[in-house]
């Protein structure tokens, strides 16, 4: 079993910059593959990025590439995803999620399990 609880979302201007952290509980976070999706409202949920285990291997969806950075601490169990040029169209609540395989996927449902999410408005 995985808890995860995002943090670090909140209101910024477009262009700014935030940076979003998944605290993991459990003993296997370092042999999870994890993932960053959103949801915007009326919207269905959608790859952000995504991270394995090692930290070796990065996947990106193509509206964040060049502006988010995905990066994990498997010493503190803890996902990061750095969030720079931000604009209007990245407001969403964001999610972390986790899967025991150590393959990237872009599919929610192939993650196990989910955080709570935390909410993220880019003001323009």
């Given at each position: 079993q995985?808890?995860?609880?995002?943090?670090?979302?909140?209101?910024?201007?477009?262009?700014?910059?935030?940076?979003?952290?998944?605290?993991?509980?459990?003993r296997t976070f370092s042999s999870c593959t994890m993932g960053w999706f959103r949801q915007a409202p009326?919207?269905?949920?959608?790859?952000?990025?995504?991270?394995?285990?090692?930290g070796d291997s990065t996947y990106y969806a193509d509206s964040v590439k060049g502006r988010f950075t995905i990066s994990?601490?498997?010493?503190?169990?803890?996902?990061?995803?750095?969030?720079?040029?931000?604009?209007?169209?990245?407001t969403a609540v964001y999610y972390c999620a986790a899967r025991r395989p150590?393959?990237?996927?872009?599919?929610?449902?192939?993650?196990?399990?989910?955080?709570q999410g935390t909410q993220v408005t880019v003001s323009s």
């Open positions: 995985v808890q995860l609880v995002e943090s670090g979302g909140g209101l910024v201007q477009a262009g700014g910059s935030l940076r979003l952290s998944c605290a993991a509980s459990g009326g919207k269905e949920r959608e790859f952000v990025s995504a991270m394995s285990g090692s994990r601490d498997n010493a503190k169990n803890t996902l990061y995803l750095q969030m720079n040029s931000l604009e209007p169209e990245d150590e393959t990237i996927k872009v599919a929610a449902i192939r993650y196990d399990y989910w955080g």
